[in-house]
């Protein structure tokens, strides 16, 4: 039971979907307290984004001629110059496609105050968990056992995954 938390922990703060969505899986399948389970995974998204934007806060400050620094500045420009989006929904948008840590890295050069940060990208990575349960769930109901479940979660995220991938190259997101 210990090494479910510790599983759940840790793929929570890496928030990749196959292996995120496979331990939703196994949590769900020895009968995890699935309210602690939603609790874990506020806490450490929660923080990650105060971390994340702490330390872009002090990098921005600090740092400013970096290699890091300047690069957080053009990934903010590069969002920031699309007048379609406010910065808000820029926050939302990268925080479902993307991980917390670097999205929230980059939103003090936003010009984003942090309850905006926490609330946004809080709602992005919301957007990402509830997809995530999406899949779980609808596997569940579709698969006849574990591994057949495993295994179709495994494929489901595989297929998620190299789609972002093709999506991040294709439009630049995280260069």
């Given at each position: ?149 495993l295994a179709a ?10 789609t972002i991938l ?10």
């Amino acid at each position: 039971m210990v090494r479910t938390w510790l599983l759940l922990l840790v793929v929570f703060s890496a928030q990749e979907i196959t292996s995120t969505a496979a331990a939703l899986l196994v949590a769900q399948h020895v009968g995890l307290n699935l309210w602690l389970v939603h609790a874990l995974w506020f806490s450490v998204i929660a923080a990650e984004v105060a971390l994340s934007f702490w330390l872009g806060k002090l990098v921005r400050r600090k740092y400013t001629t970096s290699k890091l620094a300047r690069w957080a500045e053009r990934f903010a420009e590069r969002w920031q110059g699309s007048k379609a989006m406010s910065r808000e929904f820029t926050l939302f948008l990268l925080n479902f496609l993307n991980f917390p840590f670097p999205t929230t890295f980059v939103s003090p050069w936003f010009h984003v105050p942090f309850a905006s940060v926490f609330v946004w990208s809080m709602l992005g990575n919301l957007a990402w968990y509830l997809l995530e349960w999406l899949i779980v769930l609808g596997v569940i109901a579709w698969a006849p056992n574990f591994i057949t479940a495993l295994a179709a979660i495994i494929a489901v995220g595989l297929v998620i995954t190299l789609t972002i991938l093709i999506l991040r190259k294709n439009t630049g997101i995280m260069r």
